[in-house]
């Protein structure tokens, strides 16, 4: 059985009965060839030699007793530790009383083959015990250290701790406990060691012993030019945290966002979060900047904290959102010179929470990329009511059928937030279809995915087959739709 990562050895039950059987055998032996079943009884070192047979036999006597001691103790510790749900004997601890049971046979042995008098051997066992102990000292209180964190239990493999030292937190994960010290794991992967007398002096929360349910509360600070507005940037980060909820169990759906600082041009923001104990801390702070760079990126946001974006300075407010955000939906295929040359006709659009903005069936040849803000996707259930299908974030795309094959609308779309909108239309796109041929079968072979991801046969044999025949279908839909011809 393993305990704090260190296995505790015992034998097998056929074995164990083995050696029960031997000690039996061991005593009858004795028995017939001395008429004595207890060694010490009938075996004196100090007036026979060493090799004959029944001093073989009682020193195996006693290396039997031992043995059997030691492999009932631990047996009867894997029985506690598989039982108890409250407390486990840790590893170290049972090799230390091993030690112990040995040493105690070994006097044992010594003192009743040899016949010495008691007090004496005593007298130079607790002499000789002193000196190793206070050579051992250092040692001895390494050992103790470490029985005192398994025993109580206090850290364990695997565990995560919030260690506080000098003003600065720090995230570490418990990889080892041995006799001597505990090996910890930072967010970097690098390997910490810590000598157990040390490490019981740290202060530190373990994370991962708090009661189930309770989520570890964290921290992220970021920084950003104080050229962008700070409320705006927070209603940013609010919806990056609920993005990050609705798609990551890990999560609790409890945060704040705050401007917690603002110094020589630049504004501090401070996120307030809860997540598993379980969860890295630097897992969880990657999901969060991810999201929220996402978002801030799709919003046309400065992310340099100091100067403009100098690849953006001569662009319209229009083009700047749509350079930051065309590369996470269909317009991936395009270049920066094409989607600037597009974003010169493309608009702007700002609507209010629960505003209508897609009807179902409606014919329509235009799309939206989202820039800020949140949509819902709505269709009908059997009983007539609205049904939320999908929730469209900042940086998704909604409508792309429509506008390039004139498809009627598959479904009734909403803004659930305050929402800003990039408008594309069939006029705006084109001329860059019509200078770009291979624009449409690109275009088309998306389309084509994205449906075969919808339908049954998305896991089924010879979707490659499907795929590419919707794919010309799609073509020739665009085809017809911009140039009325097949």
Request: with cysteine; glycine share 6%; proline share 2%.
């Amino acid at each position: 059985m393993k305990t704090n990562n260190q296995t505790i050895f015992a034998l097998s039950r056929p074995f164990f009965l083995a050696l029960l059987a031997l000690n039996l055998g061991l005593l009858l032996w004795l028995k017939l060839l001395t008429d004595n079943f207890l060694s010490w009884n009938a075996v004196d070192l100090n007036k026979e030699t060493l090799f004959q047979l029944k001093s073989v036999l009682a020193i195996a006597q006693f290396a039997l007793v031992g043995l059997s001691l030691d492999q009932i103790l631990r047996k009867a510790i894997i029985g506690f530790n598989v039982h108890s749900e409250s407390s486990h004997v840790p590893a170290i601890l049972v090799q230390v009383l091993t030690v112990t049971i040995f040493i105690v046979t070994g006097i044992a042995a010594y003192i009743g083959l040899y016949d010495h008098h008691l007090n004496y051997l005593f007298a130079s066992i607790g002499a000789l015990s002193v000196g190793i102990l206070y050579i051992l000292k250092d040692v001895g209180h390494q050992v103790i250290c470490g029985i005192t964190l398994q025993a109580d239990r206090i850290v364990s493999v695997d565990d995560w701790l919030e260690v506080k030292e000098g003003g600065a937190t720090e995230y570490l994960q418990v990889v080892e406990l041995d006799y001597r010290m505990v090996v910890l794991r930072n967010d970097t992967r690098q390997l910490i060691r810590v000598y157990n007398h040390h490490f019981s002096e740290m202060h530190f929360i373990n994370l991962s012993k708090q009661k189930p349910g309770v989520a570890a509360p964290r921290k992220l600070e970021f920084r950003l030019s104080s050229a962008n507005n700070p409320e705006r940037v927070l209603r940013i980060m609010d919806l990056a945290l609920k993005h990050v909820v609705h798609h990551n169990h890990e999560f609790l759906n409890e945060f704040s966002c705050h401007v917690s600082k603002i110094d020589e041009g630049r504004v501090t923001y401070l996120i307030w979060y809860r997540a598993d104990i379980d969860t890295a801390p630097f897992e969880t702070e990657g999901i969060i900047l991810l999201v929220l760079s996402r978002f801030l990126k799709s919003a046309g946001i400065n992310l340099n904290r100091l100067f403009n974006n100098p690849g953006h300075t001569n662009h319209s407010q229009a083009q700047t959102r749509l350079l930051d955000c065309y590369g996470l939906g269909i317009l991936k295929l395009l270049d920066n010179e094409q989607v600037v040359t597009i974003g010169q006709s493309v608009s702007v659009l700002h609507y209010h929470a629960d505003h209508h903005l897609i009807e179902k069936g409606a014919q329509e040849d235009w799309m939206y990329i989202i820039s800020e803000g949140c949509l819902e996707v709505k269709l009908a259930d059997q009983t007539g009511e609205m049904k939320v299908v999908a929730t469209l974030w900042p940086g998704d795309f909604v409508g792309e059928m429509s506008m390039l094959t004139g498809a009627p609308r598959a479904a009734d779309v909403f803004a659930k937030a305050d929402t800003v909108l990039v408008q594309i239309t069939k006029e705006d796109i084109a001329p860059l279809l019509d200078s770009n041929p291979k624009l449409v079968k690109q275009f088309s072979d998306i389309l084509a995915q994205r449906v075969a991801q919808n339908e049954v046969f998305a896991n089924s044999d010879g979707q490659s087959a499907r795929v590419a025949e919707e794919s010309k279908s799609i073509t020739a839909k665009i085809l017809n739709f911009f140039f009325k011809k097949n």
